[in-house]
């Protein structure tokens, strides 16, 4: 069992930067894939960004692609999401999520634990 508490989330001018951090328990957090799917009001839960469990592979979505950057600390049981040149249209509830099996990094059926998200409001 893994739980997932995402952080870092908050109102910001397009432009700005924001870092997400999902803090992770449980004694296996270095054998999970990690990602981050955001979901804006009225729209589906869209892939973000994902990491392996080494952290030696990183997988984005093209909408965030050069502005956000994903990495992870395993000895903190912790990933992370720095969101750079921030849009109006990144506003959304981010949430992080685990993956143990194999499956599609970019697919939420993939994912085994979710935490509860975090609000990033981006203004114009």
């Known amino acids: 069992q893994v739980q997932l508490v995402e952080s870092g989330g908050g109102l910001v001018q397009a432009g700005g930067s924001l870092r997400l951090s999902c803090a992770a328990s449980?004694?296996?957090?270095?054998?999970?894939?990690m990602a981050w799917f955001r979901q804006a009001p009225g729209k589906e839960r869209e892939f973000v960004a994902a990491?392996?469990?080494?952290?030696?592979?990183?997988y984005y979505a093209d909408s965030v692609k050069g502005r956000f950057t994903i990495s992870r600390d395993n000895a903190k049981n912790t990933v992370y999401l720095q969101m750079n040149s921030l849009k109006p249209e990144d506003t959304a509830v981010y949430s992080c999520?685990?993956?143990?099996?194999?499956?599609?990094?970019?697919?939420?059926?993939?994912?085994?634990?979710w935490g509860q998200g975090t609000q990033v409001t981006v203004s114009s």
């Open positions: 999520a685990a993956k143990y099996h194999s499956g599609s990094y970019y697919s939420s059926n993939s994912y085994d634990y």
């Open positions: 449980g004694r296996t957090f270095r054998s999970y894939a």
């Open positions: 990491i392996s469990w080494s952290g030696g592979s990183t």
